[in-house]
């Protein structure tokens, strides 16, 4: 349940952005900025980045299809939605940008020689089922732990409606 509402929420996330304005602002071109843009497509191609989201889209979709059930008809229309917002220029782009913004041009060449290298490739084909591990766990934790937070609730509840009761006089 979590990683499905994780996925549903990092969809809608995405969504909401308009990907195509970041793309229409025409930043400075220095030397700096150039290297970086270059070092952040090289490392986003290192990751397997946009490999990754393509496989993401096809789980956005499952968790879509699943949430709603009425949707399964439409799923392979979903898919090819949700690949084509993953595999286009703007959202490419875009995450060029995320990366230029967040790191320094020899913080990103550090990246790529870790992706490159054998535990980097490793830690990539890993992180989507450690993530999902680790969704799992927060989602048994969360269902365990769930009647000590309906408690709370109703105790804050009565406790608010103490409150609310007129006082004899």
Known sequence: MYFR????????????FDLGAESSKVPTETADRKERLKAAEELL????????????????????????????????MIEEFYREIFSGDDFRRG????????F???????????????????????????FQRGAELGERLSQEAAPTLFERIEAAEAEKNKSLKPKAR
Not at 62 to 71: A, I, K, Q, R, Y
Not at 111 to 127: H, I, N, S
């Open 104 to 130: 320094t041009a020899a913080e990103l060449r550090e990246l790529v020689k870790f992706y490159k290298t054998p535990v980097g490739q490793k830690a990539m084909r890993e992180w989507p089922k450690l």
């Open 45 to 76: 191609e290192a990751m397997n980045f946009f490999k990754t989201m393509s496989e993401m889209a096809d789980q956005a979709a499952e968790v879509l299809v699943m949430s709603f059930p009425g949707l399964e008809e439409y799923r392979s």
């Open 5 to 16: 509402s994780f996925l549903i929420l990092a969809c809608v996330f995405l969504m909401g």
């Open 95 to 102: 995450n060029i940008e995320i990366y230029v913004d967040s």
